[in-house]
């Protein structure tokens, strides 16, 4: 089993910075793919970054430019580091964890952009 949690998240004003992390624990196969979703009231969940232990990333072209994927593999953590924050960023933040088998989720951590 797979444990993810998240924290970093709050309140920011609209072109501030959050900074988000996501440390996992438990049975982690060698090769996967941990990243971060989004989830604003009333929409789907969404990917916004994603990265493999070989350190390849991917983006939501909504975040380019913006936020960036980081991962700490020693210490079996994601960090997203979201600058330039805008009020569409707003949402709910899910850690996200895919190997063989099932995918595993965090809790979440609220992400809230004032204007």
């Known amino acids: 089993q797979v444990q993810l949690v998240e924290s970093g998240g709050g309140l920011a004003q609209a072109g501030g910075s959050l900074r988000l992390s996501c440390a996992a624990s438990?049975?982690?196969?060698?090769?996967?793919?941990m990243g971060w979703y989004r989830q604003a009231p009333g929409k789907q969940r969404e990917l916004v970054a994603q990265t493999d232990n070989g350190g390849s990333t991917k983006y939501a072209d909504s975040v380019k430019g913006r936020f960036t994927i980081s991962r700490d593999n020693a210490k079996n953590t994601v960090y997203l580091q979201m600058n330039s924050l805008k009020p569409e960023d707003t949402a709910v933040y899910y850690c996200?964890?895919?190997?063989?088998?099932?995918?595993?989720w965090g809790q979440g951590t609220q992400v809230t952009v004032s204007s």
């Open positions: 438990g049975r982690i196969f060698g090769i996967h793919v």
């Open positions: 996200n964890l895919k190997q063989p088998g099932p995918d595993y």
